[in-house]
């Protein structure tokens, strides 16, 4: 069954890449297209830069696109550019323009260098791409090819009669453009669809004869020394970035190429899985591990539980005291349902729980089909700030359940409480986050046009949200418990040491993580290092599999907590597999010194703070899933007695 689950879910992935309705744009011969040009990135430097923060040639009148939220919280900024590209028709070293820069402008260009800043760029949504090989997995002798996004803005070398290390400015560049063409009877349904923007980037000190003339630019008449009619010529030196006065030359060459490759599997070299054998072995390990637990939930709830209930059922009153001295789990009948402390807390982190469960399941559908493109820049993240907002309703009315169940007599507290606690924190790191990104002027910091909306969002629609949903929640009857709950608490006994709060919850936390750190990698490295993640199917398989992992987990410690006579469980089974945020933040730390190579201040304070953003999120996640758990399986079997 999990088979033909994880078949279904590979079948939507792969035709799920565009969304429904989105039609292809045809283009003739002669057609003028742009490119335009977006935020330069680095794996290095984890902020974005505006491309026209460095001085390059600039159209008369720049203006950025219209981005979507997603797109702008993401730090994506989408302009025009001066490289113009016709429909079918090649181009050899044309001419874009000519700067001469000072020593501040060939150091600025240099320190992104050493950056490792790429640029990137984008043709009909499809984004540039260079071609890279590398070792096939467990074949070390074959190659595979596959597209990094985007070109380097300088590559290192030697120079001559020098013995540092220099960087040369790729100052022209090569389009390839693949194009297919689709023929037809009608005139109008024929034409050339864009399926591929490759790159290959070039640094040469362009060389000309007398004085420049910058009309020629318009006119494509520069005759330059160091082009050809076939390109480049041969032996060219290249143009090194040193802190002088420099006079740089920006060319570019476009070549179109038929291809058989299909419009709607153009964006299939972009996602290409290389790896699919680890996230083959990240969900064979998840499964081992939700195996294990399920045996042990099946052996306390089929033979421990059922031979407890059916014993303790038959026998007479008399004989039913005796076995309840023998089974410790019934000792705590009276007291198994006596509100924990901070009850009023506890409630507001279901509330947030569903709010952010509610999410992500919504989210995994959506993007299973095919809702979330990558071609669709920004839905993701707007899909997921819409979803957080609408699902206030739902917040509010779990948490006024439990609230009125918990009978905290402040309920217009604990309503503006689930309103504001999850959230609240959310926005604050993300604002301490933003100033610092914004003092660097790097296109990551969020406007604070943006800022005011997203601010809208929550007072305006999500806070209104979730005290309605409190209202609904508090109309509602109280929840019964099944037995009765004593006045006067029933005292502990001593615990051993593995069976205390901290050492159970650490303990509790490492399975659920297990199931998912491996899948994690490829996510920390869409986020961190700018590349595609379009696995679903995958990521879907292992959200089912945490979310059974945290499940079982909290009911097997909640149990052995109980049978020890410890009535304590509420907030000890939203700890034991919350516990697993944890392990998340050590790993997201791991990955940041041993991935990163980033010594920036600002840089690491970005990682750090999304690490803690990130790491709350699945501490509620997962806490919300075993606490649910556990609430569920002790109503079962206190019910049963």
Known sequence: GMLALFLLLNITLTHGYYLPGVAPKKFHDGDEMSVLVTTMTSNKYHLNYDYYSLPFCEPENKEALAESLGEVLAGDRTEKSLYKLKMGVDESCKVVCRKTYGPDDMDLFLYRALDEYRINMVLDNLPLAEIRQQPKLGDVLNEETHYQLGYPLARDGDVENSENKAFFINNHINFTVLYHSVESSRLEDSGNLIVGFEVHPYSIKHEYEGVWDDACVATNTCNLKTCTAHGLELGAQPTVLESTTEEVIWTYSVTWKQSDRKWASRWDVYLQMHDDQIHWFSIVNSLVVLVFLTGMVAMIMMRILRKDLTRYNEMEPAEADEIRDETGWKLVFADVFRPPTGASMLAVFVGSGVQVTGMFFILMVFALLGFLSPSN?????????????????????????????????????????TALTFPGAIFLIFFIINIFIWSEQ????????????????????????????????????????????????????????????????????????????????????????????????????????????????????????????????????????????????????????????????????????????????????????????????????????
């Open 377 to 417: 820049r920004g839905a993701l993240m707007t899909a997921m700030v819409l979803l957080f907002v609408l699902l206030g309703g739902p917040a509010g009315y779990y948490s006024a359940r439990f609230c009125k169940m918990f009978k905290i007599s402040d309920r217009k507290k604990n309503t503006a409480l």
């Open 442 to 641: 790097s296109t990551g910091a969020v406007p604070f046009g943006t800022i005011l909306a997203l601010a809208l969002l929550w007072f305006g629609i999500s806070v209104p949200m979730v005290f309605m949903g409190s209202y609904f929640g508090f109309k509602k009857e109280a929840i019964e418990n099944p037995v009765r709950t004593n006045s006067i608490p029933r005292q502990i006994p001593a615990q051993v040491w593995y069976m205390q709060a901290i050492p159970s919850i650490i303990m509790g936390g490492v399975l659920p993580f297990g199931a998912v750190f491996v899948e994690l990698f490829f996510v920390l490295s869409s986020i961190w290092q700018h590349r595609f993640y379009y696995l679903f199917g995958f990521l879907f398989m292992v959200l089912l599999i945490l979310v059974l992992t945290c499940a079982e987990i909290a009911i097997v410690m909640c149990y052995f907590h109980l049978c020890s006579e410890d009535y304590r469980w509420w907030w000890r089974a939203f700890f034991t597999s919350g516990s697993s945020a944890f392990y998340l933040c050590i790993y997201c730390c791991y990955y940041f010194f041993t991935r990163t190579r980033s010594s920036h201040f600002v840089a690491g304070l970005t990682f750090v703070g999304y690490t803690v953003i990130l790491s709350y999120t699945f501490f509620v996640l997962t806490g919300f899933i075993g606490f649910i758990a556990c609430f569920v399986f002790i109503r079962k079997i206190y019910g049963s007695v």
